[in-house]
């Protein structure tokens, strides 16, 4: 289990070079039972990763196989895995992303694009896989603890924000 969770940590490294987004985020491990002196006889490890394209996702998903696989027969383990919440890459369409920015500039919010793709796991990249669409982030401010952090906290008056911002989409794309 060790030696699997430290390959998947740098299997980004080993495998993407240049501005290409790959993450693998080990979020659980468990091994064994809480009893003192006695060998585990299972263990258990789950990992998110992510890209910003499809066919670095896809390398992930093969290679993070490949590893468990050399590892347990190496060791002589039975394995198995499953994909839980499998996303496609969302990628945003830019006339979609230009209707987004000109409603938040229009409502006096402050807009900010990012050097590089967020490399979010979301299931909003089935949407884009059909239809044009872009998904975009209301900033909490720096002083405030990043989303999925412990001691993140949604800040409730980003809400009617949010809500004004998709009326004004929905107001601009309806004329």
Same mark, same amino acid.
């Given at each position: 289990?060790?030696?699997?969770?430290?390959?998947?940590?740098?299997?980004?490294? *080993?495998?993407?070079?240049?501005?290409? !987004?790959? #993450?693998?985020?080990?979020?659980? /491990?468990? !091994?064994?039972?809480?009893? &003192?002196?006695?060998?585990?006889?299972?263990?258990?490890?789950? *990992?998110?990763?992510?890209?910003? #394209?499809?066919?670095?996702?896809?390398?992930? #998903?093969?290679?993070?196989?490949? #590893?468990?696989?050399?590892?347990?027969?190496?060791?002589?383990?039975?394995?198995?895995?499953?994909?839980?919440?499998?996303?496609?890459?969302?990628?945003?369409?830019?006339?979609?992303? /230009?209707?987004?920015?000109?409603?938040?500039?229009?409502?006096?919010?402050?807009?900010?694009?990012?050097? *590089?793709?967020?490399?979010?796991?979301?299931?909003?990249?089935?949407?884009?896989?059909?239809?044009?669409?872009?998904?975009?982030?209301?900033?909490?401010?720096?002083?405030?603890?990043?989303?999925?952090?412990?001691?993140?906290?949604?800040?409730?008056?980003?809400?009617?924000?949010?809500?004004?911002? &998709?009326?004004?989409?929905?107001?601009?794309?309806?004329?």
């Amino acid at each position: 289990m060790a030696q699997l969770i430290q390959e998947l940590t740098v299997l980004p490294t *080993a495998l993407v070079r240049g501005s290409r !987004i790959a #993450r693998v985020t080990v979020v659980y /491990g468990r !091994i064994g039972e809480p009893a &003192f002196g006695t060998t585990p006889g299972d263990a258990e490890v789950m *990992a998110t990763l992510r890209s910003d #394209r499809e066919e670095v996702l896809e390398r992930l #998903r093969t290679e993070a196989v490949k #590893r468990l696989e050399r590892i347990s027969h190496a060791n002589a383990l039975e394995h198995s895995h499953s994909w839980t919440d499998d996303f496609p890459v969302t990628v945003n369409d830019s006339d979609a992303v /230009g209707v987004v920015e000109a409603v938040a500039e229009a409502r006096g919010i402050a807009v900010s694009r990012r050097n *590089a793709a967020y490399p979010w796991s979301e299931d909003f990249g089935w949407f884009t896989r059909r239809y044009p669409g872009a998904i975009f982030g209301l900033g909490s401010g720096v002083e405030h603890p990043a989303l999925h952090s412990p001691d993140y906290d949604f800040p409730d008056e980003l809400i009617p924000v949010g809500l004004g911002v &998709f009326e004004s989409i929905i107001e601009r794309l309806l004329g």
